[in-house]
């Protein structure tokens, strides 16, 4: 109920007769105001403030739910917006933080860079370091001049974001620093020094390099005993001219980073350049990587590939900027005219909004970023919930739920992100204590702009958390990381991801075996990978994971659909594959590789995980009594999979089984499949002498092209069966897909969908 009076009365009416307080920010308002319609106050801090008061002095009653109106505008903020447990609601009263009008309050961590700052370049030693063809578009902004203070040089090697900023925003669109090639990579085949700790081994490796390309080579001063900066030839692919004449142009001395596929397609990493040896066309590093550089990967691309970034010679494409951190000067060449557009340079590296041990606060129809950091952190707490929100240009991530339970994002928009749309963490594992925060109805999609791998839409952690009707899109790397136990993942519809890597899943998880009891369930799956790229899966359980649930999907054109990399007990259940590279795969590797139990060396040590959860004994060994019998019943060998009422069509193979695994099948279940115009031989068992097709994968009903499905419009990408047709009659019970109900759909917070 509101009352209209006085702005004056209105504070004491309020807190002695309503059931809800109300209060008003404005880009306009004071901090010395009331709060009132008519008298806004100036910030977020001042209504939190305000509010914190109004408790301690009893003027807001406990049981009262408050509601802060933001009206639309630009906040930029230089610090987080904190809320700590003394800024809590309760169960009958919550405190609502809400945009006005969706999406018009927007939180900025950064400033505006106003269009009369930006000039034309007419220093001569900076036009003799650009190309001529751009001298008349790049414009320069003098930051000292603008009270902006110089920002830290770049770390010699990092992942993900850098370690300072800033970041440039033209229109709400992030723009990119300078880079060549403006497009993809730039392949190498040759490693000359890996980089790794220098033994007998790789001392061979090197002098075969260098007498293979028969130069003369010498890593500059570095103890080799250890980790350090690697070197390869740059030019034995026969670059043109004017490409192989950059590497002399560029300016070492003022740094040159490579982002890079250094060994694996699953691992990219920033490193700077040390030197550059322009008659041996010999590039050393300065970065020290993870894995070394070169060697072979198990993927579809034969050679390491690497961008320059970060590099003023390199400033010669609309949408690219360089940060001079010596002069403090910012050059852009903008990709169209400045005059009426907003441009943005975020520099703040914590994160927008910041809520610790808080209960029962909401944000509703707030637009976050841009900003260096993540967008909003949630740490602890129960029943808090983001509804409605854009968060958008993150350096990190969008929204961080790290423990606590109960909280929510709902109904969100949010896009390039720096790294993860959303993290989820919270549940007590130890003792099997779900945690119950949810994502429900997000649409999250250009996600990893910095942290190209294991950065997706989501990353699940901890115990029981629900991931459920989202739409997420475009990233380079995977949609969905997940650990932990009992998480729900279902009704997501999830495509175009996977767009710049090899052996990588679009859900992935791996290398533990108490990572039990998870559900992939009800999502539709389409469109992923790369054109040519085979070895990337829809769903990709790594390394020896078991115990998980996978039922119910639609995979379409997901190249490898479900992907068991030695994992036991896991259930692969009535979903419906089309026109993947391979439906179904497991292989033995815990039985044949090294690292599946193998304290101190690197390896996944698999018992060593469980035992630390104490998986023998109550709670765990009632809760998963198969994995608590792991250690007594063939440990290594990926036992007790499902592979049941599952419809395959169009499909290159519908199961991949390797020479071990065809071994032990009669310890699996495999009935009631339906496969339709696929390969029905199962690769290596027609090549192995010993091996031969259990009854068990024969139980299958084959329909052939006289008989094809019929759905109701797969131009439409509605692939529900059209009834009375031969198919639709044989399929098994529990084969019943809700097509209907995957992905985004409109709420009270979500008015249309995309």
Known sequence: MKLFLPAIVLIFAVSTSLEA?????????KAAAIGAANDPFDSLESARDTIRRARQEGTLKPDESVTVHVAPGDYFLNSSFELGREDSGSGNATIVYRSVKPFEAKLIGGMTIPASAWKSVDAPEVLKRLDKSVHRNVLVADLTALNIPTMKEWSNE????PNAPPELFFDDRPMTVARWPNDGWVSFKTALDSGMPHDEKTEEATRNAVQKAQITFAHPAVDTARRHGGAFLYDEEGLTLRDAERFARWNVADGVWLCGYWVHDWAEEVLKVADIDTKQKILFLLGIHGYGIGGTSWSDFNERRYCVINVLEELDAPGEWFLDRKTNRLYFYPPKSIDRAAIVLSTLEQPLISLRNVEHVQFQGFSLGPTFGHGMVIQGGSNNAVLGCRIANTGQDGVQLNGGTANRVQSCDVENTGSTGIVMNG???????????????????????????????FSLNGMGNIVRNNKMHDGPHLAILYGGNEHRMERNEISEVLLETSDAGAVYTGRDWTSQGNIIAENFFHDLGIPGVNHTMGIYLDDCDGGDTIERNIFYRAKRAVFIGGGRDNIVRSNLFLECFEGIYLDARGMTWKQWNTPNSGGWNLEEKAEALDYKNPPWSTRYPKLAATMSNMPKAPLGCVFANNVMIDCGQWVYFDRNVLQLLEQSNIEDNIVIASNLIVENAVKSKDAKLPPSIL???????????????PTKNDFRFKNETS?????????????????????EYRKAVP
């Open 727 to 747: 198919l639709f009659n044989a399929i098994p019970t529990g084969f019943d897909i809700p097509f209907e109900n995957i992905g985004i759909y409109v709420d």
């Open 699 to 713: 139980q299958l009903q084959q329909f052939r092209q006289n008989d094809p499905p019929e759905f109701r419009d």
């Open 158 to 161: 990092f992942r993900g974001r």
């Open 21 to 29: 307080a109300e209060y008003h920010v404005s880009t306009t308002g």
């Open 427 to 457: 549940g007590d594992r130890k003792n099997l204590v779900p945690a119950g925060n949810m994502a429900v109805n997000n649409h999250i999609h250009h996600f990893g702009r910095w942290s190209r791998t294991y950065a997706g839409a």
